[in-house]
């Protein structure tokens, strides 16, 4: 059975020219008033670029021919990213107060001042502050949700449209015919497909698990149905016709009029948001062919070995958020399971769900991608969220301190909007994902806070059915019957198709695309092939699968004060979450910590690492308990970190993680918390210092360079080259530019060791295991190499398994102490002297190289052009917003300081 929440309530020039003509909308100003002051405490955010993601024509025209906002134009599209950026120019540690309040805007439930005032319906009131931020008062629980809606659409509509679109799989049919639009289409077919009535059915389900659990399914789903009319209001009013003044201009350039919305496009959005956020693991076929791969080379045993080193399943090394033990799929590999079903390498295949061999080969980008008028931006699992939080006994204010907040990317509007809502059973201020916004989904309530970060718990197997054919005749890899027991069962099959019209931003000519869908019980086929010469389909299991809106509940009661009034509380709303996600909470006595996820009890019959047969004996036999996952309230060593490592030591990574080994993102900020603990009650100054500087901190370099270097050791033909890298290390191994002169301060070690651990196919990484694994395998390694600045998307260094292969390897080379030590030696096959040859003659190299490529004489004179490490927005519109300086940091961000609490 699943687990149950225990209780719920639930051509643009001439466009804009045109629009022009139109006179402005209408809305209610004002007089300035200053707001109530907090009685609880003061808390911070930011959310760059800003709260208005509108673009009209007549804001284009005052623009004045460019399609890059400034800080004051459109209003309040871009007035945060400056104070988002401003922050790196100062010194971690001498943030001051001053500071926070420049680079920060207060949190609070009523507006410092009151720009705008509008009743978009009786018992509404939308007032918007001098950063446009929405506060939504509503008389009933509906008109809040009302008011969530018509706001939301106002800030983010265009976005929220491409959104629906996009969770449709009806992408190309919106914005245009490109291989990128086609190809997040079947990317979305292949997630999470649902008809229209299926998506819409998820409501009613949603209310009935809330009705059998005591609470008020009807409020719930009324509220869904009040939220979705403010949206088709506030489309309304906004786009009586497509050329009014107050439409957003890229449905001119499209050509498109909105369409309303149902409830079927809530689930798709959110089904969008948690497909890509919200889930870990999925990539056991991947896996099976590594191992098979390594048995080919070393033999079942040596091979099963080199694979449980790499793997870094359960490293009890590995950072983790909570201290506390917490066994979750612990064990090695072990291929011999009987529920374990790896496909034949090189076997027949036959596509599952998709578009058709041909079309998809004519069609299909290299990846998905939503190409809108004007831009190009892509929907990708990708975190930087992070939290550091501290108890009272180590803050100077003896209260608990936090600063944290989730990243989902740099968009141009964010993919979050800000909202601050008031009425019966609704007391919150914060973010949510556009179009979901029901209800705050990370911020703040009446005196508490509460963050997440992404998980990756394992939510997401491989399932694989033996195909038949109901006729009884032989099966093939073309079968579209399954067998479930004894019975051969037809496959849900489903045609999705759409069909494309010519825009000025995508003027291919019309065409239909059928998608075709297959599903059986377990889920979404991806493949059809064999295992063992039997044809069989592969299919991923999602466990939040057909459930896409069960965790409105758990976010109901974040926003709900007569639910969280402790952590206790607030750990129990968590746990109705089905998403995997780390959940942090402050208030003025404790800090805590929650690891959501519906995440499955598996057979011990099967390998969570390895694609496994279906049927009882392997299917998932339950879900894990409240009390097995990672949770902890103020912890004994006074702090929490996050920033998406090892949830709590015991608890394995799913399988598409395997970077839990000794080096992970979260020690640039846990050292530097440590340090500031161990010097004295912490401000939250300082906090803020901490977060700053680990935000520019190269956390790779910082946990692998020494260890090279100690290995090359005194080396006289790399001597200037590893006394350079050396001070860069001390200095923090920073990539900043605080005087915004156009240079990193150690720009020549910046662009060596760049080079160094990554040149084409060559990497000092490759080197160090190449000696055990050899060319072809240290290429094939299913690992990611590297996680740079220079992609333009901020986050960076995370997730890469690659580092801590590095680190661990190398400190057992140098007879360091390590707590669970590979079983083979990698670089230099273990021996120091093998090795220190291979790391010299490799750091030589790379300095002939790059002394020739920039055409310098001494190392001391290599450059790096810091701008290719610029955060580049995505423009998910017509307007984009220009770059900043590259910051290792969340998008929406609270600095949280509570002082008092309602009578507990």
Not at 354 to 373: R, V
Not at 479 to 491: E, F, I, K, R
Not at 573 to 602: E, K, M
Request: with cysteine; proline share 6%; glycine share 10%.
């Amino acid at each position: 059975m699943r687990r149950t929440p225990r209780t719920t309530v639930a051509g643009f020039a001439l466009a804009a020219t045109a629009l022009a003509a139109f006179g402005p909308g209408a809305l209610t100003t004002a007089s300035a008033a200053d707001g109530a002051s907090d009685p609880y405490g003061q808390l911070w955010n930011i959310l760059p670029p800003g709260s208005n993601g509108t673009a009209t024509a007549p804001d284009l025209l005052a623009l004045g021919g460019s399609t890059t906002a400034t800080p004051t134009t459109p209003k309040n599209f871009a007035d945060q990213l400056e104070m988002y950026d401003g922050l790196t120019k100062v010194e971690p540690s001498k943030i001051t107060s001053d500071d926070i309040n420049r680079l920060y805007k207060t949190e609070g439930f009523t507006p410092e001042s009151v720009v705008s005032t509008e009743t978009p319906k009786a018992g509404v009131t939308i007032r918007r502050d001098a950063f446009g931020v929405p506060f939504v008062d509503g008389t009933t629980y509906d008109d809040v949700e009302f008011g969530a809606g018509y706001a939301a659409t106002q800030d983010r509509m265009f976005l929220m449209d491409a959104l629906r679109h996009t969770g449709q799989a009806r992408l190309a049919e919106f914005a245009g015919n490109t291989p990128g639009n086609v190809a997040m289409d079947e990317a979305q077919v292949r997630s999470a497909y649902y008809t229209p009535e299926e998506a819409a059915a998820q409501i009613d389900k949603a209310a009935a698990r809330a009705d059998e659990l005591g609470a008020d399914g009807a409020q719930l789903a009324g509220g869904v149905d009040a939220f979705i009319a403010g949206i088709n209001q506030a489309q309304s009013d906004m786009c009586p016709v497509i050329t009014a003044p107050t439409c957003p201009v890229e449905y001119a350039a499209l050509q498109k009029q909105p369409e309303d919305w149902t409830r079927a496009d809530v689930v798709y959005v959110a089904s969008l948001v948690g497909g890509i956020f919200g889930k870990g693991g999925g990539h056991e076929v991947q896996n099976a062919a590594w191992l098979q791969q390594l048995t080919a080379k070393f033999g079942d045993k040596a091979g099963r070995k080199v694979y449980n080193d790499l793997r870094e399943k359960n490293d009890p090394e590995a950072p983790t958020t909570s201290d506390v033990y917490t066994p979750y799929e612990r064990g090695g590999i072990d291929p011999t399971l009987p529920g374990v079903a790896m496909p034949d390498p090189g076997a027949k295949t036959a596509p599952g769900t998709g578009l058709p061999d041909g079309a998809a080969a004519a069609a299909k980008a290299p990846e998905p991608q939503m190409d809108l008028p004007g831009m190009t931006i892509k929907l990708e699992h990708h975190g930087m969220s992070n939290a550091i939080l501290v108890t009272g006994e180590h803050s100077a204010t003896g209260k608990p301190l936090a600063v944290m907040g989730p990243q989902t990317g740099y968009f141009a509007p964010q993919l979050l909007t800000e909202e601050v809502l008031n009425g019966p059973g609704i007391q919150a201020r914060g973010v949510a994902f556009a179009g979901t916004n029901l209800f705050v989904q990370l911020g703040r309530g009446v005196d508490y806070a509460w963050s997440a970060t992404s998980a990756s718990g394992d939510n997401v197997d491989t399932v694989v059915e033996k195909l038949c054919n109901t006729d009884g005749t032989a099966a093939t890899v073309d079968s579209t019957a399954y067998l479930v027991g004894d019975t051969c069962t037809p496959m849900q099959q489903d045609t999705h198709s759409e069909t494309t019209t010519p825009n000025a931003s995508a003027p291919a000519p019309p065409q239909t695309y059928d998608f075709q869908v297959l599903r059986t019980v377990h889920g979404i086929v991806q493949l059809r092939t064999e295992v063992q010469g039997q044809p069989v389909a592969i299919v991923l299991q999602r466990s939040t699968y057909g459930h896409e809106v069960d965790s409105v509940l758990g976010f109901a009661q974040f926003n709900d004060p007569g639910f969280v009034h402790d952590a206790a509380s607030f750990q129990q709303a968590a746990s109705h979450i089905d998403y995997t996600f780390n959940w942090f909470y402050a208030d003025d006595q404790d800090i805590s910590y929650y690891s959501s996820g519906l995440l499955p009890v598996r057979s011990h019959q099967v390998d969570s690492d390895l694609p496994h047969w279906a049927g009882p004996d392997y299917d998932w036999q339950g879900w894990l308990s409240f009390d097995g996952h990672a949770h902890q309230t103020d912890p004994d060593r006074g702090y929490l970190v996050s920033w998406n490592n090892k949830p709590a030591p015991g608890f394995g990574g799913a399988d598409d993680t395997w970077s839990y080994g000794p080096v992970y993102r979260s020690l640039a900020l846990e050292k530097r918390l440590q340090h500031q603990i161990a010097g004295g009650p912490v401000t939250i100054e300082q906090m803020v210092g901490v977060m700053s500087g680990a935000a520019t901190a190269d956390s790779r370099a910082a946990y692998t360079l020494p260890l090279i270097l100690k290995v090359i050791g005194d080396d006289p033909k790399t001597r200037d080259a590893v006394a350079l890298l050396k001070q860069w290390v001390r200095s923090g191994a920073q990539r900043v530019d605080r005087d915004r002169d156009g240079a990193y301060a150690q720009q020549a070690a910046i662009a060596l060791f760049d080079d160094w651990w990554q040149h084409n196919s060559q990497s000092v990484a490759y080197d160090v295991l190449r000696g055990r694994l050899g060319n072809e395998l240290v290429h094939a390694l299913p690992q990611g190499l590297d996680d740079h600045p220079r992609q333009g998307i901020g986050s960076s260094f995370n997730g890469v398994a690659w580092y801590g292969y590095v680190n661990k390897d190398l400190r057992a080379v140098l007879g360091k102490h390590v707590e669970r030590p590979y079983r083979f030696g990698y670089c230099g096959g273990g021996k120091l002297a093998k090795c220190q040859r291979i790391l010299r003659a490799s750091l030589r190299a790379e300095v002939a190289r790059m002394l020739e490529v920039q055409g310098v004489k001494k190392v001391s004179e290599l450059t790096y052009d810091k701008t290719q490490d610029d955060i580049r927005s995505n423009t998910a519109g017509v307007v984009g917003v220009r770059p900043i300086d590259w910051q290792n940091r969340p998008t929406f961000q609270q600095v949280v300081t509570f002082t008092g609490h309602r009578p507990r």
